[in-house]
């Protein structure tokens, strides 16, 4: 069966980025991986496309044709893929069961809190048998505003309501957050969502009319008790794989053995069904429950690298590229110098 993620956000959270950087990722790790733009209205797609909807329709198109304007042009296209759902699911067939499938949602973001039509898309390609997982990206600098933050947190609770899809928040950008100022706070604070009364005080001085309301809006959101955050550096590899670890798990894809996986013998049944279709009993047990592992999977690891020692970091890593890069041209000047002797030999 195949497995996929919903690439949802508002404008600017890094949708495009993320899923072009996902599929460099993927490609450099040999792991298959397709992206498919249903963003009507996004014309510089800078990843590779395996379907795009501007083939369908789009939104130029509908608002010159019915008159509307960016939003409802954005909503009709939306209604319109779903009544011609089809079309999708031809050209998803034509990926393979094995698929790994990035959907790159619109900026809008009433289209994955209240329109149905997303809604009903996900439905039908869970019908196909689709793993999925809703990836809501919200941009690292809200956290550096307690109202924003808030609003944030809001709109992620209604995102995983509404799509009803095993769900993983992420703070996009997470590189950039030094440059909009100092937090309030540790970084684990924001991401755990444990205790929204330290807000108190910053949100009744910005806004004293509104303070029972927001006290009121944080009792919500702990009473659920749902939402959390990953982080995010699109150009940092293993902020990536972090990332890529937390949704394979999400979706199941971490119990799928690759093709030339090294097993204990009688974990992995040996048939002739897709690799995503067999049972992977060595991994459900070693990993189902475990923590997880690597150099960013502690936020406070996270914390160090982008806020509290970014300079640092960064020198160190410049140094590392420095050093590799050295090594690669060695490597290739024996190389070559092998091959010089070789010919001198003949």
């Known amino acids: 069966m195949p497995f996929g993620e919903i690439?949802?956000?508002?404008?600017?959270?890094?949708?495009?980025?993320?899923?072009?950087?996902?599929?460099?990722?993927?490609?450099?790790?040999?792991?298959?991986?397709?992206?498919?733009?249903?963003?009507?209205?996004?014309?510089?797609?800078?990843?590779?496309?395996?379907?795009?909807?501007?083939?369908?329709?789009?939104?130029?198109?509908?608002?010159?044709e019915h008159g509307l304007g960016p939003n409802g042009g954005m909503l009709y296209c939306m209604e319109y893929l779903e009544a011609n759902f089809d079309w999708l699911e031809e050209r998803l067939k034509e990926l393979g069961k094995d698929a790994y499938v990035l959907f790159d949602l619109p900026g809008q973001v009433e289209l994955s809190t209240n329109h149905e039509s997303v809604k009903n898309?996900?439905?039908?390609?869970?019908?196909?048998?689709?793993?999925?997982?809703?990836?809501?990206?919200?941009?690292?600098?809200?956290?550096?505003?307690?109202?924003?933050?808030?609003?944030?947190?809001?709109?992620?609770?209604?995102?995983?309501?509404?799509?009803?899809?095993?769900?993983?928040?992420?703070?996009?950008?997470?590189?950039?957050?030094?440059?909009?100022?100092?937090?309030?706070?540790?970084?684990?604070?924001?991401?755990?969502?444990?205790?929204?009364?330290?807000?108190?005080?910053?949100?009744?001085?910005?806004?004293?009319?509104?303070?029972?309301?927001n006290m009121a809006i944080c009792s919500l959101i702990e009473d659920y008790g749902l939402v959390g955050f990953e982080t995010l550096a699109v150009e940092d590899k293993e902020s990536m794989l972090h990332l890529t670890r937390v949704i394979d798990k999400a979706t199941g894809c971490v119990f799928v053995p690759p093709p030339d996986a090294q097993h204990p013998p009688g974990t992995v049944q040996a048939t002739d069904v897709p690799a995503s279709q067999r049972p992977n009993t060595h991994a459900l047990f070693t990993s189902a429950a475990g923590p997880m592992q690597g150099p960013r999977s502690d936020v406070r690891d996270v914390q160090e690298r982008w806020v509290d020692a970014k300079e640092e970091w960064d020198a160190w890593e410049k140094t590392q590229w420095r050093q590799e890069g050295q090594m690669v041209q060695e490597a290739a000047r024996k190389s070559k110098i092998r091959e010089r002797g070789t010919k001198d030999k003949t």
Request: proline content about 5%.
């Open 7 to 64: 690439v949802c956000g508002s404008p600017g959270s890094g949708k495009s980025t993320y899923c072009y950087g996902k599929h460099q990722l993927f490609s450099a790790l040999n792991r298959p991986i397709f992206v498919v733009n249903l963003d009507p209205a996004n014309d510089n797609i800078p990843y590779p496309c395996a379907i795009d909807i501007s083939s369908l329709i789009t939104l130029e198109d509908v608002m010159a």
């Open 121 to 213: 898309i996900v439905q039908k390609l869970a019908k196909l048998e689709f793993r999925l997982a809703a990836v809501h990206l919200c941009d690292a600098h809200y956290v550096t505003d307690a109202s924003k933050y808030v609003s944030v947190l809001m709109l992620s609770l209604r995102a995983m309501l509404h799509l009803e899809l095993p769900h993983i928040n992420v703070l996009s950008k997470v590189d950039l957050i030094q440059q909009y100022g100092d937090l309030d706070f540790n970084l684990d604070f924001y991401t755990e969502v444990q205790d929204l009364s330290y807000l108190e005080s910053t949100l009744s001085s910005v806004s004293p009319r509104f303070k029972a309301l």
